[in-house]
């Protein structure tokens, strides 16, 4: 419904994916399995033998806490590692995970990536359901543009900690626009 030129629609609430808590996270399971940086390189790797993606490196590991966007090819393979969800490092998370929020279980030789075309796919419906232009949506999602949205469409890689918005604003787990592949 318009009133003043506004549409009118319930206000979300989106939270922060914590960075620093993440990076925190990795180096205590790090040191408590006493591995130096290329040995957890290593072990995250693991998964890319066999398929055409570049490796992660120990710098781009290390690195992590201080980037204001980490791809999400990395940090999905870190919270695998890991063994945890994407919702669990949102700021003011309460500790609990819900099945739904579990990151598929890819298998050897595959590695996780989100699809963003299903995540297009998505805000798209949600748009049109609230009757929203891509730039009131945009105007949802703090940091996002029209046009980063709309790309999503052909399939660039998109980054953590911006993607949790969208799967928030959507009010759906990220683990549902998360898909195992060969490269």
Same mark, same amino acid.
């Given at each position: 419904?318009?009133?003043s030129g506004?549409r009118l629609?319930?206000?979300r609430?989106?939270?922060?994916f914590?960075?620093?808590?993440?990076?925190?996270?990795?180096d205590? &399971?790090? %040191?408590?399995?006493? =591995?130096?940086?290329?040995?957890?390189?290593?072990?995250?790797?693991?998964?890319?033998?066999g398929?055409?993606?570049?490796p992660?490196s120990a710098?781009?590991?290390?690195s992590m806490q201080?980037k204001r966007?980490?791809?999400?090819?990395?940090?999905? *393979?870190? =919270?695998r590692?890991?063994?945890?969800?994407?919702?669990s490092?949102?700021v003011g998370h309460?500790?609990?995970t819900?099945?739904?929020e579990m990151?598929?279980?890819?298998n050897c030789?595959?590695?996780l990536r989100?699809d963003?075309?299903?995540?297009? &796919?998505?805000?798209d419906?949600k748009?049109?359901? *609230?009757?929203?232009t891509?730039?009131?949506?945009a105007g949802?999602?703090?940091?996002?543009t *029209?046009?980063?949205?709309?790309?999503? &469409?052909?399939?660039p890689?998109?980054g953590?900690?911006r993607?949790m918005?969208i799967? *928030?604003?959507l %009010?759906?787990?990220?683990?549902?626009?998360?898909?195992?592949r060969?490269?």
């Open positions: 419904m318009k009133r506004l629609h319930p206000a609430v989106l939270l922060g914590d960075m620093k808590v993440l990076c925190a996270a990795l205590d &399971a790090r %040191c408590e399995r006493k =591995l130096s940086w290329a040995d957890l390189a290593s072990e995250i790797n693991m998964p890319f033998k398929t055409t993606s570049i992660i710098t781009t590991l290390r201080s966007s980490v791809t999400s090819a990395v940090v999905l *393979q870190v =919270l590692w890991l063994g945890r969800t994407p919702e490092f949102l309460d500790g609990t819900s099945a739904n990151l598929p279980d890819p030789f595959r590695i989100f963003t075309r299903l995540l297009h &796919a998505a805000l419906a748009r049109i359901e *609230q009757g929203l891509w730039k009131e949506v949802e999602l703090p940091g996002f *029209q046009s980063m949205l709309t790309n999503l &469409a052909t399939g890689l998109i953590f900690p993607v918005l799967t *928030q604003w %009010c759906r787990p990220a683990a549902d626009f998360v898909r195992a060969t490269h």
